[in-house]
């Protein structure tokens, strides 16, 4: 990892985040992103997935626990709810203060015993040496099934980035509106239809009405220019939304289908492309759902007799090179 390769950016999970990170836009999988973050930013991370774990019996939680590079060893648990049968949840481990930062065995784990419980009710941290801190990452989901990395602690990189979530949760770009009634990714820091900056921006809604339809054609707008790559005359495109989640079923050209899901990776789309075209849809829905914006946007729902959200999509014309 170097800086060359990360571009800086914020992401989010639908209301979870927005956090600052830098990640690399080209290293990605199903259109999933892997930040890295700051310990500044991964101690605001902790405290949201510790406040939704108060909620949600199973959501992943990460834990930065500080001390000093001198400090004496300590025992820590971290409780979480207890299992369905009533069997106590908890993960204890143990940290050589004097280790961290140059051995990765500096923290190890063993049960919530009596005895573990005990040393961790004794132990503090000591020292007036430089400060260390550690990052554990916990997914209760999988630490009952004995999952090897249902715990594990989050190495910094050498720059002192924390990679949280990669390719495991479903991190996406956060954006920004811009007054012209565009939709932006972060690190897009200018927009490319009426050149203004993200920051500042005015404070009246962005765009001729507030109804999200903006939004929606910029998605099917990006999510053409990913497609376009590979099938540089695709124009259209059917997809089922499930959830608020959109997946593509179909994509198409002047000439007819070139691509149905059926397809697969047998067709002219790879994962990723798909992959970030779902996304980018994905992205436009979470500002509205409403069937006015849809339909103002182009989004034409499909009559089925299966219940399903199903849409046909024309992809805008994408925008001239700046």
């Given at each position: 990892?170097?800086?060359?390769?990360?571009?800086?950016?914020?992401?989010?999970?639908?209301?979870?985040?927005?956090?600052?990170?830098?990640?690399?836009?080209?290293?990605?999988?199903?259109?999933?992103?892997?930040?890295?973050?700051?310990?500044?930013?991964?101690?605001?991370?902790?405290?949201?997935?510790?406040?939704?774990?108060?909620?949600?019996?199973?959501?992943?939680?990460?834990?930065?626990?500080?001390?000093?590079?001198?400090?004496?060893?300590t025992?820590?648990?971290?409780?979480?709810?207890?299992?369905?049968?009533g069997?106590?949840?908890?993960v204890?481990?143990?940290?050589?203060?004097?280790?961290?930062?140059?051995?990765?065995?500096?923290?190890?784990f063993?049960?919530?015993?009596?005895?573990?419980?005990?040393?961790?009710?004794?132990?503090?941290?000591?020292?007036?040496g430089?400060?260390?801190?550690?990052v554990?990452?916990i997914?209760?989901?999988?630490?009952?099934?004995?999952?090897?990395l249902?715990?594990?602690v989050?190495?910094?990189?050498?720059d002192?980035?924390?990679?949280?979530?990669g390719?495991?949760w479903?991190?996406?770009?956060?954006?920004?509106?811009?007054?012209?009634?565009?939709?932006?990714?972060?690190?897009?820091?200018?927009?490319?239809?009426?050149?203004?900056?993200?920051?500042?921006q005015p404070?009246?809604e962005?765009?001729?009405?507030?109804?999200?339809?903006?939004?929606?054609?910029?998605?099917?707008?990006?999510?053409?220019?990913?497609?376009?790559?590979?099938?540089?005359?695709?124009?259209?495109?059917?997809?089922?939304?499930?959830?608020?989640?959109?997946?593509?079923?179909?994509?198409?050209?002047?000439?007819?289908?070139?691509?149905?899901?059926?397809?697969?990776?047998?067709?002219?789309?790879?994962?990723?492309?798909?992959?970030?075209?779902?996304?980018a849809?994905?992205?436009?829905?979470?500002?509205?759902?409403?069937?006015?914006?849809?339909?103002?946007?182009?989004?034409?729902?499909l009559?089925?007799?299966?219940?399903?959200?199903?849409?046909?999509?024309?992809?805008?014309?994408?925008?001239?090179?700046?």
């Open positions: 990892m170097s800086d060359r390769e990360l571009i800086k950016t914020r992401v989010r999970i639908d209301d979870f985040g927005p956090f600052d990170c830098k990640l690399d836009p080209d290293h990605t999988w199903n259109g999933l992103l892997s930040p890295y973050f700051t310990l500044d930013t991964t101690r605001e991370l902790s405290a949201q997935t510790l406040r939704r774990a108060e909620d949600h019996i199973n959501f992943d939680t990460v834990h930065v626990i500080d001390g000093f590079e001198d400090s004496r060893d025992v820590h648990i971290i409780e979480g709810h207890p299992f369905r049968n069997r106590p949840r908890a204890a481990f143990s940290i050589r203060w004097r280790s961290v930062g140059r051995n990765q065995d500096a923290v190890s063993a049960g919530a015993t009596p005895k573990s419980r005990k040393a961790a009710r004794r132990s503090k941290v000591t020292g007036r430089a400060r260390r801190a550690v554990i990452h997914d209760w989901l999988h630490l009952y099934e004995g999952g090897e249902a715990v594990q989050v190495q910094p990189s050498p002192g980035l924390y990679g949280i979530g390719w495991e479903a991190w996406d770009y956060d954006g920004w509106w811009c007054a012209c009634g565009t939709d932006w990714l972060w690190h897009e820091a200018t927009c490319k239809v009426c050149g203004r900056s993200r920051d500042p404070e009246e962005p765009g001729d009405c507030d109804c999200g339809c903006g939004a929606l054609r910029e998605g099917a707008r990006k999510a053409g220019d990913i497609l376009r790559e590979l099938v540089p005359a695709a124009t259209a495109a059917g997809l089922i939304v499930e959830d608020g989640h959109p997946r593509l079923i179909s994509v198409a050209t002047d000439s007819g289908i070139v691509w149905t899901e059926d397809d697969q990776d047998r067709g002219p789309f790879d994962y990723e492309r798909i992959g970030g075209a779902d996304a849809l994905h992205q436009a829905l979470r500002v509205s759902t409403d069937p006015e914006a849809l339909s103002a946007a182009g989004w034409i729902h009559r089925n007799d299966q219940g399903i959200d199903a849409y046909a999509i024309e992809f805008p014309p994408p925008l001239p090179k700046q």
